[in-house]
């Protein structure tokens, strides 16, 4: 939308719109950008960053009072999926159930 009186150019904006949960410091805080970015691609770029971090701080800081991770199960869960994958020709649930037992380190060798 262009005024004519006065000649400046609006233009709508993800943050000004309802339920945005943008604050005014976030807003001071892409002007900055805004004014300091050589393109309008970088600063979205910046923005875009800096309210993923402004929307998971919580969770970030969260992180240093109790440094808790789920990198095990996730990493326990990248092996399975990778021994599944691999074992495409087994025809019954016990073949994979004893392939995935043996490479994660719960299966005996000794009968």
Not at 29 to 51: P, T
Not at 70 to 88: L, P, V, Y
Request: glycine share 4%.
């Amino acid at each position: 939308m262009f005024n004519w009186t006065c000649g400046v150019k609006t233009i709508a904006v993800p943050c000004a719109e309802k339920h945005s949960r943008c604050t005014l410091l976030f807003e001071a805080f892409a002007i900055d950008v805004l004014q300091a970015s050589q393109s309008i691609q970088s600063a979205a770029l910046l923005l875009g960053v800096a309210r993923m971090l402004k929307n998971r701080l919580d969770r970030i800081l969260t992180w240093f009072s109790s440094p808790i991770s789920n990198a095990t199960s996730e990493d326990f869960n990248s092996r399975i999926q990778a021994i599944k994958s691999a074992a495409r020709g087994f025809r019954s649930f016990e073949d994979n159930r004893i392939r995935i037992l043996f490479y994660c380190g719960n299966l005996s060798l000794k009968p």
